[in-house]
Structure formats: C-alpha cells, structure tokens
C-alpha cells in the first residue's frame, strides 16, 4: 500500500494549488481517505477527508469554504483543490488511507504518503 502526494509549490496569498493524493495497492473506495498538514514547530492538523461509506467530504472551520476534495474512482486519486490560500496555510502536506471513517482523527489513519510542502507567501 502506497500514498503519492504531490503538487505542492510556492503561490501568493489569495492564489490556488491543486494538491493529488495517488494510490497504489489498495483501491479508495474501499478507504476514507484525508489530507493533514503540519507547519513547522506546530502539531499535525487534520484538513478534509472523505468517507469510505458514502463518500461524503467533511472540513476543518480553517479551510472551510475553501478548499474542496475530490476523488477520481479510474485514476485512484484523491485531490485537495485549495483556493483563496492564506500565509497560514503554508504547511507539509499528507494524504492518509483509513479502513474505517475516522473524520480527522489521524491516530486512526493505516497508510500514509510522504507529504508535499505548499508555501503560500503573503
């Protein structure tokens, strides 16, 4: 089971990235699937995830309205549109595989890929 997260990058405040979250070995559907983040010196936050059962997408109150995840069942991947990014936004980036539907409780994420860093610049 592997997570390829990718599309990480430099962008202005108020700029957009598109974040995609590959699979391998393991098909989405049958995983919740959640994009975390974590800034330097802060703890691991928990972003957005969608639910294994139903596929609903669930947010953070900090990206809410912002960002959008979505999810390509032929390409087994899962993407994290981020718009109207702030400075506050700048992070590591990590998409996590669960075999349950855990929300954004990371404790409970099996798989997870090697991150991308976003560096929004104000």
């Known amino acids: 089971v592997q997570l390829q997260a990718s599309g990480g990058g430099l962008v202005q405040a108020g700029g957009s990235l598109r974040l995609s979250c590959a699979a391998s070995g393991f098909t989405f559907d049958e995983y919740a699937i959640g994009w975390f983040r974590q800034a330097p010196g802060k703890e691991r936050e928990g972003v957005s995830c969608?639910?294994?059962?139903?596929?609903?997408?669930y947010y953070a109150d900090s990206v809410k309205g912002r960002f959008s995840m979505s999810r390509d069942r032929p390409k087994n991947t899962v993407y994290l549109q981020m718009n109207s990014l702030k400075p506050e936004d700048t992070a590591v980036y990590y998409c996590?595989?669960?075999?349950?539907?855990?929300?954004?409780?990371?404790?409970?994420?099996?798989?997870w890929g090697q991150g991308t860093l976003v560096t929004v610049s104000s």
């Open positions: 996590a595989a669960s075999q349950v539907d855990p929300k954004l409780r990371h404790a409970l994420y099996d798989y």
């Open positions: 969608i639910s294994r059962s139903n596929g609903s997408t």
